[in-house]
């Protein structure tokens, strides 16, 4: 069964700083991985999808990149702001198509 | 503007109630899912849909039944027999759980507290 676990659990950073979010899954075999913002009390919103055959994506100050042979992604925020302070979960879809989610990083930016 | 509703935003539930949480999608999406969140969790997968009047159980099935009867809603029903529901429910959407190339689209969630 795939695991997803996401490294750290929380983050404090002062603003400006750039910093890395880690995703690691015990299968390899997927067919994507996503990247997803939650603020408090909300839904999800899909930052970044990275296809099996792609290495990386980006959107704005966001760069995800991702290693299927090791079983890793890596979420790259340039410049944080105190606006970029939510959780962030990553998510694996592999064989079922149904996406597996990790627990999520709790990111603070203090201004 | 298209999107995934969820109602209500809060839900109290007293011992021994049914209740019904609504999830309704105007993206004309044939997926669709239905997730609990608790503190400092992931995404748990309740039950999914595929097609309408079709769907399938999630990890955590007991306790809950969902129905399909249109393609633009999925509501979940929490049972009596689900002893411990105070939980973050996420209703998503996607075009197709076969097309992995697409995104799932996210509702605002509904909490779920029992008095």
């Known amino acids: 069964k795939q695991e997803v676990t996401q490294i750290p659990a929380a983050l404090s950073v002062p603003e400006g700083e750039n910093l890395v979010l880690n995703c690691s899954f015990t299968?390899?075999?997927?067919?994507?991985l996503q990247w997803f913002r939650q603020d408090p009390g909300k839904g999800l919103t899909s930052l970044l999808l990275i296809q099996s055959s792609q290495r990386e994506q980006t959107s704005g100050r966001l760069n995800a990149s991702l290693d299927k042979s090791s079983g890793r992604s890596t979420l790259y925020i340039a410049a944080s702001q105190p606006g970029d302070s939510a959780t962030y979960l990553c998510a694996v879809t592999a064989g079922s198509y149904i996406p597996t989610f990790g627990r999520g990083t709790s990111l603070i930016v203090h201004p | 503007d298209g999107g995934i509703t969820q109602s209500p935003k809060y839900l109290f539930r007293k011992e021994g109630q049914n209740v019904t949480l609504s999830c309704e999608q105007n993206l004309n999406h044939d997926a669709m899912y239905w997730y609990r969140q608790d503190p400092g969790q992931g995404l748990r997968l309740i039950y999914y849909?595929?097609?309408?009047?079709?769907?399938q159980k999630g990890d955590i099935a007991e306790g809950y039944s969902v129905s399909r009867e249109k393609k633009e809603s999925f509501p979940l029903t929490v049972t009596s027999a689900q002893k411990n529901p105070t939980a973050f429910y996420l209703c998503?959407?996607?075009?197709?759980?076969?097309?992995?190339?697409?995104?799932?689209?996210f509702g605002p969630g509904t909490r779920l507290l029992v008095l």
């Open positions: 998503a959407s996607s075009i197709g759980a076969g097309r992995v190339q697409e995104t799932q689209y």
């Open positions: 299968d390899s075999a997927i067919y994507n």
């Open positions: 849909s595929q097609i309408v009047n079709d769907f």
